[in-house]
């Protein structure tokens, strides 16, 4: 019943290539099916204003998308001037999701940015980022611990993401984009490796959903982070 | 327990005073608590390029605050030439809500721009925007179904919003300013009159938040909506 | 012979209400007929560069209107990325006025910011602006005064501003929209309580005019100006 | 008294040298005294949305100032990416002012654009870009009727402009940098060849004036916009 | 003597992986060294303004680099609002340069847009990217030609580049960034596969050269270019 | 053979008039032909923040055309909101080229910015630019020396430009607009008074040429540079 053949709580293939660019702190390659996002993590003695002086560390994200990352060419951001509403809702989405995961005492008063760049998109590039981005911050992290720059391990809890929709009238996990642009509904849901709720985002587009329909994309989306995280584990 | 006294369930005091302006087409001043926001509805002749020719109408909302509306004076974003994250993601949320409660064939293709402009904020003014913008809505169409340039009612279920939020270890319904900047985790629920979700976004910022949780916040959140959409109708 | 049936030298009824928002150092949403302003006034202990450490003070407006002010909804000056000319010379004029009623020794060296925020448009909104704006700016100076920040009253002499112009060949007080949109001649006039010029724009959008004109409205302005300043004192 | 020796009625030194560029319809270099702006008019077969199918033409202005022009170095309004306020209120201003000079019915459906940019500046830029830009303007419409594509002359009376302020506690005429940065109170007036009045702008900055000030300043820009036309009249 | 150890006519080992997105109608992931470009052609049936109805076809280029790119994360251009200047120049010339094989006429009125992004730097990112972006460029013209929808191959001669410069006062090939962050004197050279010269740009900051290493440096670049031609043949 | 009837080795006529305006610190009007740029040096005391405490100077460029100094009037940088590809391509050039005759010791840690307007254009505006560029440069730095605040002469070899381009199949030296919109290969030579390179752009659009093409436009350029640093020389 899907176009893609998978069953109903049936993630795509994910791979995750450590290492893929040479000079930032942390870096990694995450395949989601067709989407691939390349994430890398940068270490800045700075952090913003706002918290200067606190002791405590700050975690951001930027995201963007390669113009012919998809079907059709999309403008270039920086030729159009500004970054669009849903790239800016994007970015903001992966940072808060990040530093859930973040002691940020123990990261101590340093900013780590985390770049998530869509180079080839098939839905889901919102999840895969955050998948990916703390990988890439886990990649950072490891480095200041090995350089003895923090102590005690600020990432307590990993931190994944999946998609999960009503499609064709069906819950079903990790929307890949024929189905992402016919459902009706759809969520993100991203989660801790220890099934904490971190940021619960169900949405319907021309329609609506009832309580029983939002428990059982939950119940699906918590097996697809449960296998994200075993996936982030492996490589790292 | 609550810095205003409330119950743990009880919503600020709500009022629509409908007609506030009068070159809309529909328009009123909603106050929940001391949160005011003032939604005009304007009906042009012409929808946006990616429907044009479809028969289909189209919702759309923006979002603003007076530089004073705060308690510290906010820069103007025209003065700053452009509109912030913050405006751009509430924005798109409100234009998704309301349309999810409009037929958009019956609307006939037309667009209806929804201004929501915060006088005054104490917390929760995206849902005030999308409570209050439903009444500006539904005068808009009043107009258009009186003058017999639509026939059948394109608005099917009234929309409104309440946030609910975890304050101090407890589940409480309507979160204030006090409330809102002290809560780890916060949620924003959109429903309909009959009890259907449109939109469930809950966010933890450095906290996260368990399953049982989630289904507290959202009982509360149906009573809340339940008793704006009888405001709602009563301004009507 | 005027649309509103109003005599030559008769001033459209105005009110002042105070206190409108609460944030504000000083706040009140004048009505000029149907011209409904809000104005703010924001008073900040840090001044601009160019008279920092000179223990004079500034005062500066800024001026926005809401999107479906006017009879036709205009594009939001956020989303367009800039503030328009006309916005842009007008806050600047609101400013100049204001401070010409200011001693700036006085006021120590702070910054008062008058917002001014049309919420419905008819005419005659920057001289509603500064009219209103000196309201704002006398209440929040009240504050600085009880709070024994300022000693002698910086508020020198109450700034009021009245339009004037040439409506169907005869000089009329007090434009309102559809005497504007027709008028060949216009003027602004801005003055003190104690009847001195501080401002003066007469302009010709495709005609011209006498001085012995310019003189007639000139008479007519005093005399709006003076009624004006009994409303501001009435209000506070 | 004054900083140049002038009486107080004296006018700079006036020069206009008419065809100082090649390309553009019209063109002048206009000197009153050290403030030297380039004037050019371009006509185009194509006029504002506004007006378009209406039969008129429309004549409006953009106004610039070179980095160097001042004594310090300004910032290149293109390299800061917008035009400063003062910037868009000058130019609105000039085309306003020729606007009132022009038969537009006569000029036909046609636009022509006034570019005034000051190359060197000592005070009264813009008044000299009005002066100069009509020349301009005269010269491109002379073109016109030449070409046999207008036919009655669309110049009904010719526009020119001073400004006058008290200095010293005088009035003067024709205000030189030194002047205009010590004068508490200035106005530009813009008239006509026939001595009639398009604008009249009196600006206070950090004081008042009286009724009878302005009449005499008013008495002085007389004076000044009759030789100022004189010299318009000699170079076309 | 080389930081890289090469010899001062040795490139660094170049790769070609094409088909590497696959929305893309070309694209290649070419790495100079540790320089690594992915390069998309993108087809469209428009051409820009300026050339319709002509029947001539048109290829431009765009240019990004991913913040962490480098060895400090560099602000993301579409979040600073802008294309910096060197961005602009890079892509103007990569435009030109692929345009300098191209018979337009064959091309047809369409347009193809060559996305150049570079995913890791190390020198040489603009000639990486003109060799790379004519491989995606023949992959997409390939798909046009077997589609039928051109006749006869618009790619008259491959085009590539390559880098050369003074280092430490000897003419060496193919600058990686220790030697380019060195090099008093830099150029590119863009030739065809026939061997002739489509673009110098030779380069002295704080320095300057003579005729004889010009002629110098022009040699190591036809052996440059040769081996490049080489490697695209190989890889189409 | 030229549209102008120079021999394929003649330069245009060549004009420098010093002190064109009176505020820079050095300012020229040069005139290659038609073709009219006004260059003015300002020297200030502060420097880019990459240099600050070195001890080093920099020059630095900006480059504009007014809006008419073109046969078809071109919309003004400032009011379209930023500076074109073009420009900014141009601006850089300019400053490399300069500070390539420049000691930046000798000079000592202050800035000189030099401000290159072209008010009439007719082809080798940036040549012209630089050409004049350098003469302003050349009377600020007198200035300096005079006055002591400079030792020994930081300007150490007088840096000149000339376009050369293959028309209608002849080398031919200094392209005005008509042989420059019609050459295949164009290019930019620039050059010190002792005969040494600083920067060779050779371009071709829509066409390919020859080593042995090359080599005659830069034979020909050395000619124009030599006749243009002799007419720097006679006017400083």
Chains 1, 2, 3, 4, 5, 6 share one sequence.
């Not at 913003?48 to 606190?54: E, L």
């Not at 319907?204 to 994309?217: I, W």
Request: with cysteine.
């Amino acid at each position: 019943m899907r176009p893609s053949g998978r069953d109903l709580s049936e993630m795509r293939a994910v791979s995750i290539e450590t290492g893929f660019t040479k000079h930032a702190e942390g870096s990694c390659l995450i395949k989601v099916g067709a989407t691939h996002v390349l994430c890398t993590a940068t270490i800045e003695d700075r952090v913003p204003p706002f918290i200067k002086g606190s002791g405590l560390g700050w975690v951001t994200a930027e995201y963007g998308m390669l113009p012919r990352a998809t079907n059709t060419r999309m403008r270039r951001e920086a030729a159009a001037g500004k970054q669009g509403g849903r790239t800016v809702e994007i970015q903001r989405l992966i940072g808060r999701a990040l530093r859930a995961g973040v002691d940020r005492v123990a990261l101590g008063e340093r900013q780590i940015t985390v770049d998530c760049d869509v180079l080839q998109a098939d839905g889901g590039t919102r999840c895969a980022s955050i998948t990916g981005g703390w990988v890439a911050l886990r990649l950072a992290v490891n480095k200041l611990m090995k350089a003895g720059d923090v102590i005690s391990d600020p990432l307590v809890d990993p931190v994944a993401a999946v998609s999960c929709g009503i499609y064709a009238g069906q819950p079903v996990l990790d929307l890949d984009y024929p189905e992402d642009s016919e459902a009706g509904v759809d969520g993100n849901f991203i989660m801790t490796g220890s099934g904490k709720l971190i940021e619960v985002q169900m949405s319907a587009e021309g329609s609506v959903f009832s309580r029983d329909q939002m428990n059982k994309l939950m119940d699906l989306a918590e097996k697809g982070v449960g296998e994200l995280v075993s996936a982030q584990q492996a490589a790292t």
